[in-house]
């Protein structure tokens, strides 16, 4: 064989190796209207950098929830069948042969991304999330290796780069860990691009998966916290977890005590309400950052922002390195999720309760039930 047909011999290999898969169990929805059922999917086998991860805990965020049921359809239309997930914490099973960061046993964890263009202006700052790519998110986005679209962590396993693993701490509890991988960052990443600190009077709206982590982190930083909810019942749980005062939202004369004095407000709300009623409570140059997408939109009277030079903002999640920095700064002060475990089989229930705010605080599905 001459050198250039080796060349492409070698080349071909590749490329047949680049489409090798191998069959995951998963948890999926067929369709928008059907419930989440046992299923399989290909996964694509391990190349020199990537880490197979074995799933040992997977959080239930609401995003699932509004992919699986395709609620961002003019946004992101949902491909099925789709496998949601993206809190994830496993054990690794595979180490490719370039993988430095890994080795087998350890455990790693995947949060929303899997992969991005890594050369963009964004890619550069470390802020992959925002790639011009697009990022490669963990479910319903273009698979680049085998065709498709990705799958999530409703799965025994996952296949990742390991440039997109993040590492966890042994100090911490490992399913109460997994929705710091979307829920955690998604929250702190705000709270510390808006610089929230002591002295600052913060709002976080909606006490959820992600309201429950903006309250810790926000308390973490040293702001003086105001939790709003809707939710009476959850009054003693907020305090616990760091408000230092509870408003509930619906009560309008409670409210309006708190009009013009807010520093900062992370708006958490998963579904559709008065945006102008926060933006009323931030003080001069104060922001209120949405980080909830509900999938209808919400009219802004221009006065609420024009009066006091209030800004409103948006966050989605955070980078690979920041996400390691918050892994890193919850093992140091032993920060983790508030969470209900369940069963695989529980999941559409659980989906359920969420549609009714009735999580505490988060849902883990314990993976080893889907064996
Ligand atoms: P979740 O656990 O269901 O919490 C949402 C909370 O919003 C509820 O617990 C409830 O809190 C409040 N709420 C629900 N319906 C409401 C209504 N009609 N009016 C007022 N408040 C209401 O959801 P999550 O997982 O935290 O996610 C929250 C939102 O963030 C979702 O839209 C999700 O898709 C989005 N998200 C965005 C990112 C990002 O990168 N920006 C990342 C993850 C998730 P109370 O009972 O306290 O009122
Ligand atoms: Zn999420």
Redesign the pocket.
């Known amino acids: 064989m001459n050198q250039s047909s080796s060349a492409i011999a070698l080349h071909d290999e590749t490329q047949s190796d680049a489409k090798k898969t191998y069959s995951a169990k998963v948890y999926s929805a067929r369709s928008a209207t059907s419930a989440l059922a046992p299923g399989s999917i290909q996964r694509r086998t391990p190349r020199p950098q990537d880490i197979q991860i074995e799933i040992l805990y997977c959080g239930v ?3 699932d929830l ?1 992919q699986a049921r395709n609620e961002w359809v003019s946004v992101m239309p949902t491909v099925y069948p789709c496998v949601p997930g993206h809190e994830i914490v496993g054990r690794v099973v595979k180490a490719g042969s370039a993988v430095k960061k890994f080795k087998e046993g350890d455990i790693a964890a995947v949060g ?1 991304m899997v992969d991005s263009d890594r050369v963009c202006p964004s890619c550069r700052a470390g802020e992959e999330q925002y790639c011009d790519g697009p990022a490669t998110f963990t479910y319903n986005s273009v698979d680049t290796h085998i065709g498709g679209v990705t799958y999530g962590g409703y799965s025994e396993s996952i296949v990742v780069d390991e440039a997109f693993a993040l590492r966890v701490s042994k100090q911490l509890n490992l399913a109460a860990t997994a929705p710091l991988l ?2 955690g960052i ?1 929250t702190y990443s705000p709270l510390r691009h808006w610089n929230v600190k002591k002295g600052q009077k913060v709002g976080i709206a ?6 429950h982590m903006g309250l810790k982190f926000a308390h973490a930083f040293g702001a003086n916290v105001v939790l709003f ?3 009476p019942n ?1 009054t003693e749980d907020a305090l616990r977890l760091g408000a230092h005062e509870v408003v509930i ?1 619906k009560n309008e004369a409670e409210m309006q005590k708190h009009l013009g004095s807010f520093d900062f407000i992370l708006d ?6 008065d945006l102008n009623a926060y933006i009323d409570l931030l003080k001069r140059d104060g922001t209120l950052t949405l ?4 999938p209808t939109p919400s009219p802004i009277l221009g006065f609420g922002p024009l009066a006091r030079r209030r800004q409103l903002a ?4 955070g980078g690979i390195r920041e996400t390691q920095e918050m892994l890193d700064f919850c093992a140091e002060h032993g920060i983790t999720c508030d969470i209900e475990l369940i069963r695989i089989e529980q999941v559409n229930e659980a989906y359920e309760r ?1 549609l009714k ?1 009735d ?1 505490k ?2 849902f883990v599905i314990d993976m080893a039930s889907l064996k």
Do not use: N
């Open positions: 965020c609401h995003s509004h929303c979307c829920a998604t909606g006490l959820g998966g992600l309201g909810t809707t939710s959850k939202s958490t709300v998963s579904a559709v309400h980080v909830g997408a509900p948006g966050s989605m999640i969420l705010s999580v605080y988060r």
